[in-house]
């Protein structure tokens, strides 16, 4: 896939913005930060996606390298992003009927995992800057773009 060399500012921040998908978000926040309070609730969103934009940039600028060190090649990547997007698509399709346990309700404060990560900053979010980063040949411009993506999704998510 070759983004266009003359791919501006604003379509990459509106396409890493969707990938981030706040809105979509918005239940599942809810859900899992139902039981504090409200102040607990803001802190613990701003915390969140604090490291999300944390693990965003390290993959902008470093992503490429993490992944060598790692053995993983970009066609690994595509192969997994397809399987991955089969088996949600699987389970769109075929959907799992399960009764809430109440006592697998969250007894913790969640810290990074899973509102960090995957939920906000997840595969696609990661191949996303890491793409943009490698076609565009400059990290520092799409670093921007998603911290004026990730701007928007803070506010989204604390009101």
């Not at 490698?134 to 990290?139: D, M, N």
Request: hydrophobic content about 60%.
């Amino acid at each position: 896939m070759n983004v266009a060399s003359d791919a501006g500012f604003y379509t990459i921040a509106a396409a890493i913005f969707f990938v981030l998908n706040a809105t979509g978000q918005i239940p599942l926040f809810l859900a899992m930060l139902a039981r504090f309070d409200q102040k607990r609730q803001l802190k613990i969103i701003t915390r969140e996606l604090c490291v999300a934009l944390a693990i965003l940039l390290l993959f902008t600028f470093f992503g490429d390298a993490i992944l060598r060190i790692l053995g993983i090649t970009r066609p690994i990547i595509a192969i997994a992003g397809g399987v991955l997007l089969f088996l949600i698509s699987l389970t769109m399709i075929f959907p799992k009927t399960v009764a809430e346990d109440p006592t697998k309700a969250l007894t913790h404060e969640p810290m990074i995992i899973p509102l960090a990560i995957p939920v906000i900053t997840g595969p696609g979010a990661i191949t996303t800057v890491m793409l943009y980063a490698h076609e565009t040949g400059s990290a520092l411009f799409v670093a921007t773009a998603a911290f004026a993506a990730w701007v928007p999704s803070l506010i989204i998510l604390l009101l």
